[in-house]
């Protein structure tokens, strides 16, 4: 009997015990709903397979993606003020970066990194938006403005890719005061000679679309990205009627002329060395020609 018990039921047991499967193996589109293997998911950077869709990509995805052989290197950014306001709703805002900072691993918001794209040297400054949805606040204000520096430091673009829902409501007033700084900062990288290029992504809203987001020498967004000020919702009900199909979407935006292209995930890199090649090295289509000097018939004095 022990035998049976201890041998031979284990045996049967493992036989026919069902193999737990983990829940992140697969991804649901959220545009058609279907089904990715969380494999080509990534291979993909996060675009589904079936409808082209752009997900959101990691912060530290996207700088491996854009800059050449994915090498780059992290500045560190300035030290903020913690809790300035001493903010609470449901819980302590002290607690909520804890989580934040726990979740992402992040100290705040926004990566900044300098490297080649293209060849070129160049500065870039991505948003998470799994850090509080990617919310401006004092932090990210000051890593704008060590961005655009390290920028006009080395002589290079500077290339901002925005993910947020706008400025951080915990810090009040002092979070509305990063629009008009990272304004500066944009446009200190503009009086040096230097691109300033803006990537749209999905979402950039709020106070982030109110400043620096809005100002680049180009504006690229990727398809299907949410660009606005206020929600569809809320403008809605403010101005009482139906707003048309697609507003705030980046198509929309590019139709209007508020975003100069619409470019899909995959051609992003190849667009932005493309752009940064003719920005910094800028050559004359053809040799110059110096044209002769006209003759002119001056009757001489009598």
Known sequence: MSWLTN???PKIRALVRKTEVPDNLWDTCPSCGKMIFHRDL??????????????RLPAKRRLETLFDDGAYARIELPKAIHDPLKFRDQKKYADRLKAARDKTGEQDAILVAHGRLGGV???IAVFDFEFQGG??????????????????LQQA?????PASG???????????????????????VKEAGLPYIVLLTDPTTGGVSASFAMLGDIAISEPGATIGFAGA?????TIREKLPAGFQKAEYLLDHGMVDMVV??????ATLARMLKLLTEPKSAAPVVKLPQPQLDIPKAR
């Open 7 to 9: 041998f031979v039921r």
């Open 42 to 55: 990534e291979a993909n950077q996060r675009v589904c397979t079936h409808c082209g869709h752009h997900m």
């Open 121 to 123: 040297q160049t500065v």
């Open 135 to 152: 919310s401006m606040g004092v932090a990210v204000g000051e890593a704008l403005i060590a961005a655009a520096r390290l920028a006009v």
């Open 157 to 161: 673009p500077l290339i901002v890719i």
């Open 166 to 188: 706008g400025a951080r409501m915990q810090e009040g007033i002092l979070s509305l005061m990063q629009l008009p700084r990272t304004v500066i900062a944009a446009e200190e």
């Open 233 to 237: 919702r809320v403008i809605e009900e």
């Open 264 to 269: 899909h995930r995959h051609e992003l890199r």
